[in-house]
């Protein structure tokens, strides 16, 4: 019995020392971490790009020199496909990429016209890729957004594009989206998909009295089929950001005797639809609800007179936004997806006449109701 537990033991031990262990892995100082991947098509190939950050660029130490510029490495390849192009960068790194910390990917307009279904494909079959990265598109070249800086020249993972801060300020009408709602929205039927659009601005800010860029979003790309079918400016989308309940603070300039008098901050809507058939066609009664605050007021108006001021704006808002949408044939409410989830066999008969069945009268009411909390310093009347 003791000679067999002997050999047992000298068993294991040879097979323990024949074991690699960790000794074939690399250190985490010696990876290059992929922070951002862009892809263009361009002159009948794909063009990849890579944006690759090193622990200088990113951590935050005593020894962390604030104002110090830091440098951003940019990988680029081109192929025949997809996965070709993005890793032939590896072909001349030198140092292994590691795709797991990728937290933002850029799509040119080339490639969105001609159809992002096998990009985020390669995407979601990689092993190391995640599905909460950010996606944006643009028409700006691809490395100027790559190349990009924070402020203080902070570690580029402090830009927009990295954290969404600016889509959550009061001016902005479009809220981050991640791979995986852009992926399900385009996947969903009925519906149409949307990915922000990312812009520079090199007017508004100076680095003393060198013009400064920033990142800024500049509207929304709509698709169909995979394939980009509509741009619409943010000017034009100012009617959906009352479909959305996740805004936090968005402002509202009201008119008095045809002037800007006032500024409204109002917050988090509810917005409800309902959905009829008349003559065939579906008709949407739609309803809004917000609460929020006087910012600014030059007039003195009463707080129910201002709150009717703001039900108006947010009415012409949101017809506004739905002409253009049906201009261009595209649903930024989501009004096909709604009526295939509520009425599935009327939205068949209708997508057997055609794909697109929106029109200028699908918007039948609108009833908008808004509550003004506090005027803050501002004296507003009470009736």
Known sequence: MRLTIMRLAAMLISAALCLTGCGNSRDIQSLAYATAIAMDYKN?????YIQVLNFSNVARTENVELGKPVPIWIGKGDGETIPGALFETNATAQAPVFWGHVRTVILSENIMKRGVKDFFEVLNRHREARYNFLVYGTREKIEDILVQKSMFNLSPLDTMMFTAV????QKSFILPMTSREVWSYMNEPGNIGMIPEISIDHKLWLEDRRPKSMFMINGA????DYAMTARMRMDDLKGIRWRNPKLDLTPVKIPYRGKATGVLMLSHPKFVMKISEVGGEPLYDVAVECSGYVVDMNANLSIRAMEEQAEEVIKEEIMATHMKSVAMKTDPYHFQLELYRR??????KLLGKSDYFLNEKSIRSIRVHVHLDSTQKSKGRSL
């Open 221 to 224: 790309y709509f698709f169909k």
């Open 166 to 169: 600016q889509m959550n300020t």
């Open 343 to 348: 009425h599935p066999g009327q939205y068949m």
């Open 44 to 48: 009948g190939k794909y063009v990849g």
